[in-house]
């Protein structure tokens, strides 16, 4: 920044100056992708509701495709979209501030239906073995007010809502991704679940959730971990909802 704008801006307004000292290596979408971005978010949007809220957690991006030929409610990804797509699944997210493994190495990653359990009453799945066996030993432990509140995430899945991340941030890829792994370094893509208190909503998704009984309860069993502490290496936000399967 240039040091006399900086000093300017630091005498008119000490709140302002401190905005753009925080935010001054944070990274953006570019404008035009921006505007991609928003065309994107919409036709995932209206993909989902094509194909229901469970299935869309499931499909693969070739499906995706292919619901958008030919199904005109979806309609066609535009070539801006789609270039768009590549980046935010191929970027290394290392310049973001994101330092978690690749869990996903090709963007078209099928999810058989032979290899997970849709659970009742949810709207989501979990991967068959491990997955199913900790959520179930859970709830057994904590009782019917623990829910499962998002399981497996296909590429398209965990992509529309890092596209919601980045909307939601004006564009800032680097705060979205303290909030949301990119489309290509899921755990939910592999074997983690998230898991909420019952009727709790969104609130499921914010520290608050550390406060519950059900947190609480859930930090004294052995077999249960976190997979994003505080100060994770991983540069992700502090995730108490989100259960590692190791
Ligand atoms: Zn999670």
């Not at 078209?108 to 989501?124: A, E, L």
């Not at 995430?153 to 990119?182: D, E, F, M, W």
Request: glycine share 6%.
């Amino acid at each position: 920044m240039n040091r006399r704008f900086f000093l300017t801006t630091l005498s008119l307004s000490p709140l302002l100056a401190n905005d753009l000292i925080n935010n001054s290596k944070d990274i953006y979408l570019s404008y035009q992708e921006y505007t991609t971005l928003k065309s994107l978010n919409n036709r995932l949007k209206r993909l989902s509701r094509y194909v229901g809220y469970a299935n869309f957690n499931i499909i693969s991006f070739n499906e995706a495709l292919y619901y958008g030929r030919n199904y005109s409610k979806v309609g066609i990804f535009t070539k801006d979209e789609l270039a768009l797509v590549d980046k935010l699944f191929s970027e290394n997210p290392n310049q973001y501030g994101f330092y978690g493994a690749k869990t996903c190495t090709d963007i078209n990653n099928k999810i058989s239906s032979k290899d997970v359990v849709k659970v009742s009453y949810t709207g989501h799945y979990l991967f068959k073995g491990k997955p199913v066996e900790d959520y179930e030993k859970l709830k057994k432990d904590i009782g019917r007010t623990l829910v499962l509140t998002s399981g497996v995430r296909n590429v398209v899945k965990q992509l529309s809502l890092y596209c919601n991340k980045l909307s939601h941030n004006g564009g800032n890829i680097t705060q979205a991704s303290i909030q949301i792994a990119p489309p290509a370094h899921s755990y939910h893509t592999i074997s983690d679940f998230d898991v909420g208190r019952r009727g709790w909503g969104y609130k499921n998704f914010t520290d608050a959730f550390a406060s519950t009984l059900e947190f609480k309860k859930m930090t004294k069993l052995d077999y249960i971990s976190m997979r994003y502490n505080k100060n994770n290496s991983d540069g992700v936000r502090f995730e108490p909802w989100h259960v590692e399967v190791i």
